[in-house]
């Protein structure tokens, strides 16, 4: 099941051009006795949207949270604006700091307001002055449309709404790419696309993203390649409507015949 | 009863009191500095700092608090020289405090580690992620809540180092246990009367104590 699917525009060239932004190269991750992610070789372009899908347990999640380092991989290895990440300490979180990250239930810092969560970074990492980082916040909170929730609590708001202020908590850091792991699963079938619709507009803006949802909508509407995902190995990658109407693995058509059905 | 009256006026019982309140403050506050230090080695990245705090809290959650005492009047002052005063009183106070701190710290230290633990994973992930290193991190996100998830097991870690508190008698400091076995040796017929004097005493320190931990958990609880 090598790459069959592989007459996508060229991407697997690794030599450091200036326009790929994230790059990993013979990445390998074991959890244990457990091969999550197998000689995993990807570039990401400035700009470009990437969508993972597979089904689960397949190491999007794994992959998604290697890039920033939540997850320290075993061998290979990342690259983010032609700099490899680094190990520990205050170097890794200067890079983490470049790198916005959505997770799939929310993560607000649960003791603080809304617009505390969004100032926290630029205030504490940014080093930017109060007053700076509110007006950053609040026309951010803005944009994602929650800022007349600035004063509340995390728990006090829905899902969908929690989510939007992720993004924009993420977004307050400036970060050259931005992860987005599952980002609408955890959330009630009505909050789905008031968060995809933030997402689709930050595509629209040119920012790089990687996403790994199962939103085909959004794909479809987002996405410049579909990377498909099975067993810790990326199976497939094309452009999305190519991928999701002519897949050319048997992996991909099973796994796309399977969430089509319902 | 006058006679017992007498009896009470004739001693300091208040003076003997604030001793021990005196204790339990200096005490609570160093243990509480050292116990957050020491949990925030138990959750450090750093192995060596993280073997430190758990042998720390193991030999010392383990050990007898009387023979700690012992140990800082019988070793620590005498062959290690630590002294903290030349009036002999004062710095047997002092040599109490110490080991009232070093011995609780171990208690404080697995209280907010329980609270730790009631802070979500995610949280600490979305620190990292937005750029925050293991300190700011700790102090920003993950304390903060610990803390309001581990008020009702500091608060039974405050009520016993309260209590503990007599065992300074140990290290000869005035304190109210000391003034109770004085009280009953020169009045044997109100022991009844006075160990139950001193008893409420306690009660009395104490009951706050848990009243104000049962409010303080469920006022500041982090609501998910
Ligand atoms: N911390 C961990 N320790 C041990 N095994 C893990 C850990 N995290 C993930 N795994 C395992 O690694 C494999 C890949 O996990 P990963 O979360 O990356 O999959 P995924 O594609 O995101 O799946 P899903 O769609 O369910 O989110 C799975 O088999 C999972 O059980
Ligand atoms: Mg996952």
Redesign the interface.
Known sequence: MDNPGMDAPATQPAEASSDVLVSLTDVNKYFGALHVLQDINLDVKRGEVLVVIGPSGSGKSTLCRAINRLEPINSGSITLDGQKLPEEGKPLARLRADVGMVFQSFNLFAHKSILENVTLGPLKVRRLKPAEAKKQAMELLERVGVANQANKLPAQLSGGQQQRVAIARALAMQPKVMLFDEPTSALDPEMVNEVLDVMVSLASEGMTMVVVTHEMGFARKAADRVVFMADGRIVEQAPPDQFFDNPQSERAKDFLSKILTH | MSDFLDVLTNYDILGAYWVNIQLAFFSAVFALLLGLVLAMMRIS?VPSLRGFGASYVNLMRNTPLTVIVVFAILVLWPIFNVSFSDNFNQNFFWLAVLSLSLYHASFFCEAIRSGVNTV?V??A?????????FL?AAR??IM??AF?GAIAPLGNTLIALIKNTTVAAAASVAEVSILMREMIESNGNYVIPIFLTIAVGFVILVIPVGMLTTYLSQKLA???
Do not use: K, N, T
């Open positions: 990245p979500p995610g949280q992930e979305a620190a990292r992620a937005i750029g925050l290193s700011p920003l996100v903060p809540q309001r982090v609501s998910r």
